[in-house]
């Protein structure tokens, strides 16, 4: 796989917080919503860069509060190894997030010319494809207002042609709500995901507390620098990519990135605008 390294052209957004980015332009400096303008300046970067190099702007989001959530939330931390709850659901809560999310994001695509992704990919656990489904899925017709109530019908990825992407998924804890369900159950409930054949259908990578500890901070970060590089490899061809995730495993992203991580709330996306350059490995 080629290798890569990364800038954080940060001049575009104000990462400012999700309760004032979410009803505006997110983030996006002035002058508010002049996506036409951004549009036309990372075309002109990108007409620019040397062959190996490209810019890539990718929104990458946090799943809305899940069941696992609550349960920190309500007993702490120690309180998910009393609880334990395999791969677990969006709340309600949760999906008022994730469509909180949508709605801006179809205003400021429909009606002030938002780019719109290319490719979308997510991490498997069941909270985020849930939250890709509901925040993309207007885009790929999903049946989702109903006599003028919210709804969540079609599956629970919406019809949103999302990749999924094992190295994308959250910090490994010893917690059990880390731990995925067998791609043959996740088939039946996101049937418009793709799934690489190399994914084994039984969870390999998560193990109990007494098998395997927390993953570290630079294990974390590799792992999640491996997601990035099978991204851009599954989209070379692409500017514009979503990226759904968790807030563990969006820090070892941008880290990996170059980006100054910071604290996602459930629900949050951003907007990141990242100088890509292919770097060739020395032969020995």
Not at 53 to 59: A, G, L
Not at 174 to 193: M, N
Request: charged residues 30%; negative net charge; glycine residues 8%.
């Amino acid at each position: 796989m080629v290798k890569y390294s990364y800038t954080h052209l940060d001049e575009f957004f104000v990462l400012s917080k999700w309760e004032e980015d979410v009803k505006g332009p997110f983030g996006l400096v002035p002058p508010p919503g002049d996506w036409a303008g951004f549009k036309a300046k990372i075309k002109a970067l990108n007409d620019a860069c040397p062959p190996g190099e490209s810019v890539k702007v990718i929104y990458a989001a946090r799943h809305g509060q899940a069941e696992h959530n609550v349960i920190a939330e309500k007993y702490g931390e120690a309180g998910q190894l009393q609880h334990p709850i395999l791969d677990p659901d969006l709340t309600p809560l949760g999906k008022s997030q994730a469509f909180q999310t949508r709605k801006a994001l179809e205003r400021e695509i429909k009606e002030r010319n938002m780019p719109l992704p290319e490719k979308w990919f997510v991490s498997p656990l069941k909270r985020a494809g849930e939250t890709c489904g509901i925040e993309w899925g207007w885009y790929f017709n999903d049946s989702y207002l109903i006599d003028g109530q919210e709804n969540w019908n079609g599956g629970k990825g919406h019809g949103v042609e999302a990749t999924v992407i094992e190295n994308i998924r959250e910090h490994l804890h010893v917690h059990q709500c880390d731990e995925r369900s067998p791609i043959s159950v996740l088939k039946q409930q996101f049937t418009s995901f793709n799934y690489p054949e190399n994914m084994d259908d039984k969870d390999e990578i998560w193990k109990p507390a007494d098998i395997r500890g927390r993953e570290t901070e630079d294990e974390l970060v590799e792992r999640r620098g491996q997601g990035i590089r099978e991204i851009l490899e599954r989209s070379k061809d692409c500017t514009y990519i979503s990226l759904t995730s968790h807030s563990g495993a969006l820090r070892g992203i941008y880290k990996s990135l170059n980006v100054i991580p910071r604290k996602i709330i459930v629900g949050e996306m951003n907007v990141l605008v990242i100088k890509v350059k292919e770097v060739k490995e020395v032969q020995e």
